[in-house]
C-alpha cells in the first residue's frame, strides 16, 4: 500500500461523515480509531487497502478477537464496511469486499431502569448538594422526567425551554429537533433553579441553560460522575449508566400504558426497533406483578 494513501481515504471518508451524514465529533473520532487499527494491520500484513479481499477481511477481524469484545468487533465490521461503500461510491474500489460478511451475534442486554422509589432517592441525594442542589435536582429531574441524554441536557439552551407550556426543544443526533414534554414538578425545579439560582450568577448571560462556573457547557463526563455519585449516596445497588434515567423514563411509560410510538417521539428514536427492547423490561414488570397479585401466579 502507498504510504500516506490509506489515511487520505480515511481522512476523505470522515471529511463525508461529518459533511454529508452529519455525524458527531464522537462518532467520527470512533470511526477513525476503528480504521486507524485496520490501516496498521494492513501495514503489518503488506496489504493494498483497495485490493483486499473478503479472506483478507476475515482475517484482520479474526486478528482482533483476544483484544476487542463481540460488541466493539461488531461495530468495527460496521465501521469497515461503511468505508470500503464509500470507496466503491466515490470510483477508488471497484468492488466492494464486506458484501455478504455477516457481524458477529450480540448478546441482547436489556437495560437498566430504575424503580421509581430509586429515582426518588437519587432526586433526594442531588437536592441534598449544599453548593449546587437546586440545579443538580432540577437536571437530574429533567432527565427522568424528558428521557433526554445526557449530551442533549448539557446543550440545552434557555430559547428551548418553555416553561409556561412545559416541553422543551430537544437537538439530538444529526441535529434532529424533537419536542418533548415535562411534569409539573420538573416545571417547579426549573422555575425555582432559574429565577433563584441561575439569574443571580454571574454568567447569567450565558445561553446554555445549566452552565458551569465560566459560562460554558457542562460536560458529559462530569454530569455522568455527578449521577453516578448520588446514586452510591442514595445506596443504590444497580450499575448507573449515563442512559439510565433515559431507560428508566422509557420503561415506566411504558407501564403507565403509554404507546411505542409515543415513546419511540420522546426519545428521538429513528427506527422503533430500538424503542422495542423496553417492551422485554416492561415484560418482566408485568410478570412480577401477575406473580404478586393473581392468586394462580
Given amino acids: 500500500m502507498k504510504p500516506g494513501k490509506g489515511e487520505q481515504f480515511v481522512s476523505e471518508f470522515i471529511n463525508y461523515l461529518s459533511v454529508e451524514r452529519g455525524l458527531s465529533l464522537n462518532t467520527r473520532k470512533a470511526y477513525r480509531r476503528d480504521l486507524s487499527r485496520y490501516l496498521e494491520w494492513l501495514r503489518k500484513e503488506e496489504k493494498n487497502i483497495l485490493g483486499i479481499r473478503r479472506d483478507g477481511l476475515m482475517r484482520f477481524f479474526m486478528s482482533t478477537r483476544k483484544a476487542l469484545s463481540v460488541p466493539s468487533i461488531a461495530r468495527l465490521m460496521v465501521t469497515v464496511r461503511m468505508f470500503y461503500r464509500f470507496l466503491v461510491a466515490e470510483g477508488y474500489c471497484k468492488e466492494e469486499p464486506t458484501v455478504d460478511m455477516e457481524s458477529p451475534r450480540l448478546a441482547r442486554h436489556l437495560p437498566v431502569a430504575l424503580s421509581q422509589g430509586e429515582v426518588e432517592l437519587l432526586l433526594q441525594q442531588a437536592g441534598a448538594n449544599r453548593r449546587n442542589g437546586t440545579r443538580d435536582r432540577a437536571m437530574v429531574e429533567l432527565l427522568y422526567s424528558t428521557g433526554m441524554r445526557v449530551s442533549e441536557l448539557v446543550n440545552l439552551t434557555m430559547e428551548r425551554v418553555d416553561l409556561k407550556k412545559g416541553y422543551i426543544r430537544c437537538i439530538g443526533k444529526r441535529n434532529r429537533e424533537r419536542i418533548v414534554p415535562f411534569g409539573k414538578r420538573a416545571g417547579d425545579l426549573l422555575e425555582r433553579y432559574v429565577y433563584t439560582v441561575r439569574n443571580n450568577q454571574k454568567n447569567k448571560q450565558s445561553e446554555i441553560l445549566f452552565p458551569n462556573p465560566s ?41 403507565g400504558g403509554a404507546d411505542l410510538r409515543s415513546i419511540q417521539e420522546m426519545l428521538g428514536h429513528r427506527d422503533i426497533s430500538t424503542t422495542q427492547i423496553y417492551t422485554h423490561v416492561s415484560g418482566r414488570h408485568l410478570k412480577n406483578a401477575h406473580k404478586k397479585y393473581h392468586p394462580r401466579g
Avoid at 221 to 231: E, L
Avoid at 240 to 255: D, V, Y
Wanted: glycine share 10%; no cysteine; net charge positive.
Fill in 215 to 255: 459560562g460554558g457547557k457542562i460536560s458529559r463526563s462530569t454530569m455522568w460522575k455527578r449521577v453516578r455519585a448520588y446514586a452510591r449516596q442514595a445506596g443504590l445497588k444497580k450499575e448507573i449508566g449515563s442512559h439510565t434515567l433515559r431507560h428508566s423514563f422509557a420503561t415506566h411509560l411504558l407501564e
